[in-house]
């Protein structure tokens, strides 16, 4: 019996630079089964793909955004205007580079006497971490590193720890009940009871997991943040041209999709989508980038707005 999947990635804006019909500025919704709701990134009509979604803004902890380019950041005071008059009270999560960081809180003013709510700005720097969730000892970190752009820029990672999870039937036949003292066996590794000693890998019924997905922003494809994105499950990559544009994509900070697939080769990710696509491919113009990334990488996906891509599924330990 599968428990459905671990976390659910939507595509609300896949452009470049200006918005299109087809594709709005970008913006990735990330989700996982506890509720935990990062946006990355928040490009114009990020609020309107929202709400073809269903979801409220009010829903999100945390916008992490990779840098001041206005095609990453105009959907921002909108999304805050939202929340505002969305009664939001819960305080908000704000990751991003200094520039931005100044933006929020000096020009949007985003102060908890005007919003009602409490805006935390986390100013990204260097390489760096904040841990978004910590529940029965599963957490869910959002991580930030330097990528190669014409501005100061960031990519990020969310990485999900997965805590070890106990067998029922392992300690059936140890003549055991599981009880509160469980959790110092997660914690410590073993726990003792009355009358017996139980060891962690003993009743273990499958081991802790790691779950990582990548996003870059707008990069190109230096070597600077490739260990930040190894082992991916699912990176996202800045794929703005096709490789016959190669030259512009250096003078502009971009990524080529054949380049974006050569670095999900390097850094060993498991699926790459493409993204942040320039606004010349349009409709069916657009698979040239895909079909040129799947020459090197072969499990690529081209974005397009409202996509969303599941991770997981978590199996289920039967009991019999
Ligand atoms: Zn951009
Ligand atoms: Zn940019």
Same mark, same amino acid.
């Not at 969310?158 to 914690?187: M, N, Q, T, Y």
């Given at each position: ?118 805006? /935390?700005?986390? &100013?990204?720097?260097? $390489? #760096? %971490? ?5 529940? =029965?000892?599963?957490?869910?970190? !959002? ?79 230096? /070597?600077?943040? &490739?260990?930040?994105? $190894? #082992? %991916? ?5 800045? =794929?703005?041209?096709?490789?016959? !544009? ?75």
């Amino acid at each position: 019996m599968s428990l459905g999947y671990l976390a659910e990635v939507v595509f609300l804006g896949t452009g470049a630079t200006v918005p299109t019909l087809e594709r709005f500025l970008p913006g990735i919704l990330v989700r996982d089964r506890i509720g935990d709701a990062i946006l990355l990134d928040s490009g114009e009509g990020v609020q309107l793909r929202l709400a073809q979604l269903g979801v409220s803004p009010s829903s999100i902890d945390v916008i992490a955004v990779t840098h001041e380019h206005g095609d990453h950041v105009n959907g921002l005071p909108g999304l805050l205007q939202s929340m505002y008059v969305g009664g939001r009270s819960r305080g908000l999560t704000i990751v991003a580079p200094a520039s931005i960081a100044w933006f929020v809180s000096e020009a949007l003013e985003a102060k908890e006497d005007r919003l009602g709510f409490k805006v /935390d700005v986390i &100013v990204a720097k260097g $390489r #760096g %971490s904040l841990e978004v969730n910590r529940a =029965s000892g599963d957490t869910l970190t !959002l991580y930030w590193f330097p990528v190669c752009h014409t501005v100061e820029a960031y990519g990020y990672s969310l990485e999900w720890k997965l805590r070890p999870r106990i067998s029922l039937e392992k300690f059936e036949a140890l003549g055991v009940k599981p009880g509160p003292w469980l959790r110092d066996l997660l914690e410590r590794g073993e726990a003792s009871l009355e009358s017996i000693r139980v060891k962690l890998e003993d009743v273990i019924g499958r081991s802790g997991v790691t779950v990582k997905i990548s996003y870059t922003g707008d990069t190109s494809p230096c /070597d600077d943040y &490739v260990e930040s994105i $190894r #082992g %991916s499950r699912v990176l996202i990559h800045d =794929s703005t041209f096709h490789s016959e !544009l190669e030259v512009e994509a250096r003078g502009k900070g971009h990524s080529t999709s054949k380049e974006a697939a050569e670095k999900a080769l390097e850094a060993g990710a498991k699926l790459l989508v493409l993204t942040h696509i320039s606004s010349r491919y349009r409709g069916f113009e657009a698979r040239r980038l895909l079909e040129e990334s799947r020459k090197v990488f072969s499990n690529t996906l081209l974005s397009r707005d409202l996509m969303r891509v599941t991770l997981g599924p978590l199996e289920h330990h039967p009991r019999s």
